[in-house]
């Protein structure tokens, strides 16, 4: 049951491709809590996803967008204001494509073509939509946007390729564009740096149940899921949050502040003590436990 943290409020959810995306989830949950909204994704994703089940079940409607193509990303807004009967008060862009990870590209020979395309959908595209709707003026006053990033915007993580690269451009964006928004319109703008989250765009990346696993080690709470990001972007999307703008917020169970946990240490001692070929017995986690 919601609380109608969202009563009367209207949004646009972009990337909802199937139950696993966090963009169902937000769109499910914004609907919980009271809002109207759209969904939107590419023609393509739209035919081969389940984008429309979820219009079904929301009693809405799917506009289909590129949203690296202004003119269907002012299609999207001027339509949505038409059947949602006005301007919106959120938006959510869980966009993210990489070429050069599905091709298995390593990071130093890059393919660029595949990088403009990487930039262009998962970073440029977030300027692109709110370029848009500040010229059309669709955002109410006090608005929400807010865009899925990842800690791989500020720190090195094997396989994530240029996705990283992505991610850190859309944080620049959220600073850069929130600032403008914010003095002149009141609209808010931030970024989520969600844990690992097994999705059709996360399984992608190289190692990525490793990842998990070593996120899942590292995080003091534990990985944050799908529905617990969703719930995130509820408070952001609320008049709770109002003077929250410009940040990227973490939503990682603590992994972002973590250095080395005793359950990665004790994990990593393990294959230690099996590889290890000097003969010296290795300490145990437990003879220098901090709790």
């Known amino acids: 049951m919601g609380n109608n943290l969202l009563k009367g409020k209207k949004g646009i959810v972009f990337g909802a491709l199937n139950p696993d995306s966090i963009a169902w989830k937000v769109a499910e949950r ?29 009693n809405t409607i799917v506009i289909g967008a590129d949203a ?23 938006v959510l862009h869980s966009i993210g494509m990489s070429p050069n990870v599905r091709k298995e590209r390593h990071y130093s020979d890059l393919d660029y073509n595949y990088l403009d395309k990487t930039l262009d959908v998962s ?31 500020q720190r090195t993580f094997y396989g994530y390729n240029d996705m990283a690269d992505a991610k850190a451009l859309l944080e620049s964006f959220a600073r850069s564009f929130g600032y403008i928004y914010g003095r002149e319109r009141r609209v808010r703008v931030n970024t989520i740096s969600q844990s690992p989250t097994l999705t ?32 995130y972007c509820i408070t952001l999307f609320s008049d709770l949050t109002r003077k929250v703008t410009m940040q990227n917020l973490f939503n990682d169970g603590g992994f972002s502040n ?28 437990d003879e220098h436990r901090y709790d």
């Open 30 to 58: 914004a609907h919980e809590e009271g809002a109207t909204l759209t969904l939107t994704n590419t023609p393509v994703a739209i035919r081969m996803g389940e984008t429309q089940a979820l219009a079904d079940k929301l």
């Open 68 to 90: 690296t193509n202004t003119d269907d990303l002012k299609n999207l807004f001027e339509k949505s204001m038409e059947y949602l009967g006005g301007k919106v008060d959120f």
């Open 123 to 153: 970073a440029i595209s977030f300027h692109k939509v709110m370029q848009t709707a500040r010229k059309l003026d669709a955002i109410n006053e006090w608005g929400s946007v807010v865009a899925l990033s990842y800690v791989a915007a």
């Open 200 to 231: 059709t765009a996360g399984s992608g990346v190289k190692g990525f149940d490793r990842l998990l696993d070593f996120a899942e080690r590292m995080s003091p709470l534990g990985n944050a899921t799908s529905d617990e990001c969703a719930d």
């Open 258 to 285: 973590m250095g080395m946990s005793l359950r990665a240490l004790e994990q990593y001692e393990k294959g230690l003590h099996k590889d290890c070929a000097c003969g010296e017995d290795l300490p145990s986690a």
